[in-house]
């Protein structure tokens, strides 16, 4: 991140495991939880396609999707 230079505002991680849920939260950017229904309860997104995806980053949707 800090090399080339993300802002953490901006940057979202999509991962399947708690240790991705885990990095997110170290690095103080956005988690959305795929393809591992344990994350659902984290207080982030989780998505079920990157349809889902696209309807979150547009700001119409759920915080599961």
Known sequence: LTTDNYLPHETILIGDSVNDYEAALKNNIYFFGFNNTSLITTDD?????????????????????
């Open 45 to 65: 997104y989780y998505i079920e396609s990157f349809d889902g995806l696209n309807r979150v980053l547009k700001g119409g949707a759920r915080r599961r999707v």
